[in-house]
């Protein structure tokens, strides 16, 4: 019995054919946007996180003045910082495991017939360990080139392509304003940055050479400081506060004139960001559902009069209400069915390709899959059924004559 | 001792609606037929001529008096009850056909085979055999839509013999062909009354077409006014 019912629910949607693919787009529409778009923006969140962690949360940033976020180095009316005191915390504070100096600036490197224009970037090797750079090929700098500032750099991966394309560039010679530079090594890629910007976009040289044959003065943007494991980055903070207030002799009750970044507290900004984004997406999805959702209901409300007249027939012939309506139950649960599936695998599939194009991690969630189907084959369930429900319990006559 | 009649009703009235907007559509009907019997139904239209075969055909429930099936008090049966009545003695032809859109005419007659349990083939074989009755085993595969009208109303009788009913009950069964096609519908009907014993009860409103029934009642607001047989000379 159930499976004549099957049967004759099947035979129904085959003979309805566009109204029964009309149900199931809408709950394919419905479903396919929740989850792709769901995926993609937990992805998208995964990824924040995930860098985050790679910048790593036991590192600080210590900049002139007070209102790092907007102004940034160079750009404050703070005095800016000196090598030595980069060496003062790194090494008069034990909670301190690594402090590098840096100093950056825009400007066009050329080789040959190619020019590209990115971050020049003043350093010593402090900062590879501590932002975890690895050479690829070649060196780091000798202690020699550091102290003398021999004009030697090291090319970040997007740099490399951009000048050398194919070409070897170890032992070549690229010119950065009037400075000639000797390539001694390149640095593996780390890829695309949270917000997309190019973490390989740039070229380090010894500090001493940058400052004197690129900035022309001794000073120093930032220090980029590794914390000792086990210590929290709010001790740490507090520790370097008070050693810079004393290297920069800032008295009781005056402001500082410099800042200390918690990676943590990019991280939560960050998050914050991509929590409004999945908020967002998920906002523009529920829309998606609710009108797939609205779809199947037209179809179902549209086709109500042809339906009923049908459910009248049935009765007429000597079909039981019950029968009649587990026939339209049926046809309703297959529809969803079909529609559901065809959702998943096409929202995951349109969830994988925009994790691709923004190189984020696919992370599909089960339970939006799931809720996405449920809500849509309810609608399917509830605006198939229901309906028919009334119709199988009206006088066989008053469902015959519906108009 | 008196055979049990096949309907019997008895001050069946169907009343719509309540208090100012009341409608009386049958107002104490008694009537009796007996199995075998072609009944033809008259009067003027919102005479409750309709009313009263959707009462017999156990397609609408009376409001009050009692009818009794072979016996049997319908008024008691449940819904499911009377499913099962109409699907095993009843069968119907409306005026509007009510085939099944986009069904072949060969579906349309097992429809009512598929609620008997009957199996597949069983099914395919009855309704082949009602077709063929009707002369349309050549439209088996056809849909409605490509039917003409008297063929669609003969794939509807088809539909109402295949289950190998007690009575027909047929609603202005030519109330949309033509003089032509009506008769052939009329002569149709009347060789299963006479040949196969069949109880016709037909509701119509053209004189010519009550001609073929053996007895006619007249109805007048809703009760039976004249029971006479039909007058060979018309």
Not at chain 1, 112 to 127: A, I, M
Not at chain 1, 208 to 235: C, I, L, P
Not at chain 2, 31 to 49: D, H, N, Q, W, Y
Not at chain 2, 112 to 130: H, N, V
Request: proline share 3%; charged share 20%; net charge negative.
């Amino acid at each position: 019995m159930l499976w004549e019912t099957v049967k004759l629910a099947l035979q129904a949607i085959l003979r309805n054919a566009l109204r029964s693919f009309l149900t199931v787009l809408g709950v394919v529409i419905g479903v396919a946007a929740v989850i792709a778009m769901v995926t993609v923006g937990q992805g998208s969140a995964r990824q924040v996180t995930a860098d985050v962690e790679k910048l790593g949360s036991n590192v600080l940033m210590v900049m002139p003045g007070q209102d790092a976020m907007q102004g940034g180095p160079g750009s404050s009316v703070a005095p800016l910082f000196s090598l030595r005191d980069n060496d003062r915390v790194q090494d008069q504070l034990s909670v301190v495991d690594i402090a590098a100096p840096l100093s950056a600036t825009r400007a066009r490197a050329v080789f040959g017939n190619e020019n590209h224009r990115t971050d020049v970037t003043g350093t010593d090797n402090r900062y590879f360990s501590a932002a975890g750079w690895e050479v690829e090929r070649g060196r780091i700098f000798e202690p020699s080139e550091l102290q003398s500032g021999k004009p030697v750099c090291i090319l970040g991966e997007t740099v490399r392509k951009e000048l050398f394309g194919t070409a070897d560039p170890l032992g070549e010679t690229i010119r950065i304003k009037t400075l000639s530079c000797e390539v001694i090594g390149l640095l593996r890629s780390k890829g695309a940055s949270t917000f997309g910007s190019d973490q390989d976009d740039f070229v380090i040289m010894p500090l001493k050479t940058y400052q004197r044959r690129v900035a022309g003065n001794s000073d120093v943007s930032f220090f980029y400081v590794a914390v000792h494991d086990g210590v929290s980055t709010e001790r740490a903070k507090q520790e370097i506060e008070r050693l810079m207030r004393e290297i920069r002799r800032i008295g009781q009750g005056e402001e500082d004139d410099f800042t200390v970044m918690d990676m943590k507290q990019i991280a939560t900004m960050l998050s914050g960001i991509t929590d409004i984004l999945t908020g967002l997406l998920s906002a523009v999805a529920a829309v998606s559902l609710l009108v797939g959702g609205i779809g199947i209901m037209n179809i179902m409300l549209v086709s109500v009069t042809e339906r009923t007249r049908e459910i009248g027939i049935r009765l007429a012939v000597g079909a039981q209400a019950h029968q009649v309506m587990s026939q339209f139950l049926v046809e309703a649960i297959v529809l969803s069915l079909i529609g559901g599936l065809i959702g998943i695998v096409l929202g995951l599939i349109l969830g994988l390709v925009g994790a691709n194009a923004l190189s984020v991690p696919f992370m599909p969630d089960p339970k939006i899959v799931l809720l996405a189907f449920g809500f849509s084959a309810a609608v399917g369930v509830i605006f198939g059924y229901f309906p028919a429900r009334r119709a199988a319990r009206l006088n066989p006559i008053d469902a015959l004559r519906h108009e | 001792m008196a055979e049990t009649p096949l309907i019997q009703l008895k001050g069946i009235s169907r009343i719509y609606g309540a208090g100012e907007t009341e409608v009386r559509a049958l107002d104490g009907v008694d009537l009796t037929i007996r199995e075998g019997e072609f009944v033809a139904i008259m009067g003027p239209s919102g005479s409750g001529k309709s009313t009263a075969m959707n009462v017999i055909g156990c397609l609408d429930a009376p409001t009050g008096g009692e009818y009794f099936f072979s016996g049997v008090e319908v008024d008691n049966l449940s819904a499911d009850q009377r499913a099962l009545l109409r699907r095993h003695y009843l069968g119907f032809v409306f005026q509007g056909y009510n085939l099944l859109p986009r069904t072949s005419a060969l579906d349309n007659v097992i429809l009512p085979l598929i609620y008997k349990g009957l199996s597949r083939a069983e099914r395919e074989a009855l309704a082949m055999q009602a077709l063929e009755k009707m002369g349309l085993s050549d439209r088996a595969g056809h849909d409605p839509s490509e039917l003409s009208g008297g063929q669609q109303q003969r794939v509807a009788i088809a539909r109402a013999l295949a289950g190998r009913p007690r009575v027909v009950l047929a609603d202005e069964p030519t109330g949309n062909l033509d003089t032509k096609k009506s008769a052939e519908i009329m002569e149709v009907l009347q060789h299963l009354n006479r040949s196969e014993g069949l109880t016709i009860i037909m509701v119509t409103h053209e004189k010519d077409m009550a001609q073929y029934a053996d007895r006619l009642i007249w109805m007048v607001d809703g009760r039976v006014e004249r029971d006479a047989p039909t007058r060979k000379v018309g």
